[in-house]
């Protein structure tokens, strides 16, 4: 599986983006696809993750309320709409994907495919 990650830019405190990740070469049924992103100087963290096949969502304390994943089967695309960014968001933003096997989603070890980095800032 190869996954392609795009719509990063820089915005203002308060607005908002929509990323994406679009996949291509296999069969996604048993996939979880997260998203993670690393900020200089700090380690990957976990954002949100989706399980492909019934939609079960998960996300990382910091971005309930302000981050939805969600994804279009039909186009092989999962979406993060990232709401009131705040400038502590600012971070290259990773999608990745992986056989659910029961492992945590937040683990980014358990992750076998990943997409190139799409940059987030945003600015006070």
């Known amino acids: 599986v190869q996954l392609q990650a795009s719509g990063g830019g820089l915005v203002q405190a308060g607005g908002s983006l929509r990323l994406s990740c679009a996949a291509s070469?296999?069969?996604?049924?048993?996939?979880?696809i997260g998203w993670f992103r690393q900020a200089p100087g700090k380690e990957r963290e976990y954002v949100a993750a989706v399980r492909w096949n019934g939609g079960m969502t998960g996300y990382a304390d910091s971005v309930k309320g302000r981050f939805t994943i969600s994804k279009i089967a039909i186009k092989n695309t999962v979406y993060l709409q990232m709401n009131s960014l705040k400038p502590e968001d600012t971070a290259d933003y990773y999608c990745a994907g992986k056989v659910w096997d029961g492992s945590r989603w937040s683990d980014s070890s358990t992750y076998g495919a990943w997409g190139q980095g799409t940059q987030v800032t945003v600015s006070s």
């Open positions: 070469g296999g069969t996604y049924s048993r996939y979880v």
